[in-house]
């Protein structure tokens, strides 16, 4: 008899952990696809005879999508069998990805790149929930791992791209193969169980309690998520500004970061075994503090710019999953607060790297590290406030 409950538990990790490789998979082919627009919007340009401000409205729309998605249809997985719904999304992607390099007119391709991005948003809700469905309390290790393995698939990417663009010339293979990185995905999930949502016990007085909680994850993601793709976004033109190299020097240093963020990543699965989110988190915040700090005070070292977008690479590298993990301490995570979380970062990717840009020419290049810093400060009040309410509850 006692061996029945020992049967049980190992079957029950068996499936933990082939549910866990297939949302990194998954994540592998989102992530892929997610940085497939940049190399190929010059392509798409000319298959629909549009400017590049004009074929420029595909990252608007993408964005838009990611927000409905993430808003509007993330809380499905609170009601119907998640990986029912993930496999419908998950072949709308591929569906879309077919479709964008033959499209030969802008506003079709934007009404389909809009489409895409709502898929990929509701995807983000389904992984990020899931995982914590599987994982409970000891979900920091492997949320840290998902989201290295989206980093993974945004390095394959623009190298199949110029694979396929070197030998072909055109996009339309390059699409077609990011679009068959899917199907290993979706017939894996084809076979896995989809994980039991948790069950709430909370009253009146903390359901309210856990709406202020929400909104504080949100508006820490707002700010983290923004100043993050503000950062990445911005440093070229940073370091071309204030004649710190050349652009080809100042290119690198968006691999620079992004290599970081892939180091910090693998760093925090570790890390994540031995210390709270909490502890993390606060860590994050002071480092991605720090590296502002040594912006602002070398701005005419390239040492010193290269030592902040790597310090910057490394702190930031952990800090959205292991605001996850951290929420999933102190609240029930649901298809609709994982909704929540990303609406408040996808409304800071759309607005703080806009603003920056607004602030760059008349307040100077030091703006970027400038609103960084200010940003991070903000965030800390912000984390002291969860944890304070949080333990209140």
Known sequence: MSSLPLARAAADKRQRWANTIGYYLIFIAI??????????????????????????????????????????????????????????????????????????????????????????????????????????????????????????????????????????????????????????????????PSPAPPVSTDDTTSKSTNRFLVGLVALFLFLYVGLEISFNGWIFTYAITLKLGTETSAAYLNSAFWAAMMAGRLLAIPLARSFRPSRILLANLSGIILSAVLLLAGTHSITAVWAGAVGMGLAMASTFPMTIAMAQHRLTITGRTTSLFLVGASLGGMTLPWLVGQLFVPVGPHILPLLIFGGMVVNLGVLSALIKFSNKK
Not at 67 to 91: E, Q, V
Not at 124 to 144: D, E, K, R, S
């Open 31 to 192: 992530g892929s696809m997610a940085v497939s627009i940049g190399p190929t919007l010059p392509a798409l340009a000319r298959h629909t005879g549009s400017t590049l401000e004009q074929i420029s409205l595909l990252f608007t729309a993408r964005a838009i999508g990611g927000l409905t998605g993430s808003f509007l249809l993330g809380r499905l997985y609170d009601r119907l069998p998640a990986h029912t719904l993930m496999l419908f999304f998950l072949s709308l992607i591929v569906i879309c990805a077919i479709l964008v390099p033959v499209i030969p007119v802008l506003w079709l391709l934007v009404l389909v790149m809009l489409i895409q991005g709502m898929a990929e948003g509701t995807m983000h809700v389904g992984c990020n929930t899931l995982i914590v469905w599987v994982h409970g309390a000891n979900v920091g290790p492997f949320m840290n791992g998902m989201h290295f393995f989206f980093g993974l698939g945004a390095v394959i990417s623009p190298i199949i791209v110029a694979q396929v663009m070197s030998h072909t010339g055109d996009v339309l293979w390059a699409y077609w193969i990011l679009a068959l990185l899917f199907l290993p995905t979706i017939i894996n999930l084809r076979r896995l």
